[in-house]
């Protein structure tokens, strides 16, 4: 019985194994049934056809929305992705409604999602680097700090960088790294682990009133680097204040004035900066340096929450320096993911 389920009558009166074609055609049939010749298909669907246009227009127009009340552009940035998943819904329901109006409507934002976001879901990494940097918010909170050490330096780093380090901690994280790492500095609750030697160790300024940001020089065998460590401070959603990002911002505007007047050509950024790269209250950074992600990544490198990442807010971005493959690393004990790159730092040939 359960085999006649999927057998079809042949031409000759027997029956025999359905085909998978047959199947589909006899679905696209139902599903269009009725629409030729029926004039009503594009005075159906207007609201859906309104709602893809406004769809599209919010994603095109983001850098338009205002950031006065609630940080509402920012916001809309940070997950802008995520939008697409209107595109289908809206398809099927066009599609439903038996709406010509609503379809065509829906290629409008169908397609500037794919100028947006296009790029981002081939793999575009590449075999080479002869540096790789790794960076990761170990979360202050961590139920185990050794545990998550030893999974990052497994990764093959030989720069790493570590953010939301607590003081109590430190100890546990300068013992699990030390047999992987020779040299290392940690400033305020941000420290940097590295295989080559390191000097001109400083904090930078965030205008937070605390350590949340560090510079060193890093001396590779290709020559100097400048690495920076950065945590921007934490963004919040309130139902009273919308998404409250002021000190991120002023933070963001700091770090972007230490890195524009670094005197070294080669700079690598590491950090949790609480914003994606669409977010413009980042522009003071991300305008003046390449995402690795961006740039060699496979897929969009999400990192946030680790649970089920919905933004990459931790970021690896060069000057100087060509991006070779970036990637994030398996979940540890922290609610981020770690982020990793493989950069060039010979950009001579």
């Known amino acids: 019985m359960a085999q006649q389920a999927y057998m079809t009558e042949t031409a000759d009166g027997g029956s025999g194994p359905e085909r998978p074609g047959s199947r589909l055609r006899r679905l696209l049939h139902r599903l269009f049934a009725g629409w030729r010749g029926d004039p009503r298909i594009w ?8 709602l893809a246009l406004l769809l599209a227009l919010v994603m095109l127009l983001h850098s338009r929305i205002p950031n006065q009340v609630g940080n509402l552009g920012s916001l809309t940035e940070t997950f802008l992705p995520w939008l697409g998943l209107a595109i289908p819904v809206l398809l099927l329901l066009g599609l439903l409604r038996r709406s010509a109006t609503a379809l065509i409507a829906v290629l409008l934002p169908a397609t500037v999602w ?83 030697p390191m000097s001109d160790v400083e904090a930078v300024d965030i205008k937070l009133g605390w350590k949340r940001a560090m510079r060193a020089t890093l001396t590779t065998p290709e020559g100097p680097i400048a690495v920076y460590v950065a945590h921007m401070p934490s963004v919040r959603v309130k139902m009273e204040a919308g998404f409250t990002a002021r000190q991120r911002d002023t933070s963001a505007d700091a770090l972007g004035e230490a890195i524009a007047d670094e005197p070294l050509k080669r700079v690598v950024l590491l950090g949790d900066l609480n914003g994606t790269m669409n977010d413009r209250s980042l522009n003071a950074v991300t305008s003046q340096m390449r995402s690795t ?57």
């Open 114 to 196: 794919l100028n947006l976001f296009g790029g981002l879901l081939t793999d575009k990494t590449g075999a080479g680097g002869d540096l790789m940097v790794a960076t990761h918010n170990v979360n202050a909170e961590n139920p185990d700090p050794a545990g998550t050490a030893r999974d990052v330096a497994a990764s093959g780093a030989d720069v790493l960088a570590l953010e939301e380090v607590p003081g109590t901690a430190v100890a546990v994280y300068e013992k699990a790294l030390a047999p992987t790492y020779r040299y290392h500095a940690v400033v305020g609750t941000v420290g940097l682990w590295s295989k080559y």
């Open 43 to 50: 005075r159906r669907g207007i609201v859906l056809a309104v």
């Open 293 to 349: 992600q961006g740039a060699v990544g496979s897929g969009f490198g999400f990192s946030w929450p680790a649970s089920f990442p919905m933004a990459r807010i931790d970021q690896i971005m060069v000057r100087g320096i060509e991006p070779e493959s970036s990637w994030t690393l398996p979940r540890t004990g922290s609610d981020h993911l770690p982020v990793a790159a493989r950069v060039k730092l010979d950009t001579s040939s």
